[in-house]
Every structure is written in C-alpha cells, then in structure tokens.
C-alpha cells in the first residue's frame, strides 16, 4: 500500500509492539517471501520488530496488520480454552489416579534423598573422623 514516509512513521509508533513482532513477522512472510528481511534469519525478532513492521506497511494496510493481530490472537485464546475444558473433564477416579501417582513420585523422592543422606559419598571425608583422629593423636 502508498504510504507517504509521514504516515508510516505515524502508523508505526501507533502499532509498534514488539510481543507481536513474531505475528507480523509470519504475516510479512505469507505477503512477501522473497523480502530483503528473509536473506538472513530473524533470531530474535521483538529486537527487529520496527523494522518487520515498517516493511509490512509497504505491502499491506495498517486495518489487515491489526485484523491479523487479532485472529492469531483469538486462536491462541482459543487453544487456552480448548485446553483448560479438557483438563476440567476429567473424572474423579482419573484425579485420584493422578494424585496418587504424584505422591508416590514425591514419597520417593524422599526416600531416595534420605538413602543419599545414609549412605554418603565415599570419596568425601566425614569431617566428625576427621577431628576425633585428631583428638587421638593429640591425647597420645
């Protein structure tokens, strides 16, 4: 789209978020896949987000950027809430179950810990032999 250097600039601190800087970088892809921006890959892309985001308004509208924004960002929502119904369905012998099993990992867990705390490393020294030789050697 023909925006004067004035507008893009206007436009630009209107949409500049660089958290939608993966969308409209996606978005610009899906517009122009040959772009100067695509010779070398994007890392990070919140660090790059003016400039995906002055390109783009060379190809498309300021309305479709944000409409765009907006979709991506009903979908993830959307997915959120697909995910939590899905965990809220659960039965009550499925909740017991995972339960269950959470508290037989966590019990041991601290068996293991405690089997550490017994046994010990045999390569460190106690440090308690260590003085009560020392105390012999000094009463002798």
């Given at each position: 789209m023909a925006?004067?250097?004035k507008e893009k600039m206007k436009l630009l601190r209107e949409l500049h978020n660089p958290e939608y800087a993966e969308v409209d970088l996606?978005?610009?892809?899906n517009m122009c896949p040959q772009n100067d921006?695509?010779?070398s890959p994007i890392v990070n892309a919140a660090r790059h987000s003016e400039k995906i985001l002055y390109t783009l308004l060379?190809?498309?509208t300021s309305e479709k950027i944000r409409l765009n924004r907006r979709r991506?960002?009903?979908?993830k929502l959307t997915i959120l809430e697909s995910y939590e119904?899905?965990?809220n369905t659960k039965t009550d012998k499925e909740a017991r179950a995972e339960s269950s099993i959470n508290i037989q990992c966590e019990g041991r867990a601290s068996d293991n810990a405690e089997k550490e705390n017994l046994e010990g490393d045999s390569s460190k020294t106690d440090v308690t032999d260590v003085e009560k030789?020392?105390?012999l050697?000094?009463?002798q």
């Open positions: 925006y004067s250097i996606h978005f610009l892809q921006l695509f010779r060379e190809y498309t991506v960002e009903n979908e119904n899905e965990g030789k020392n105390e050697t000094v009463t």
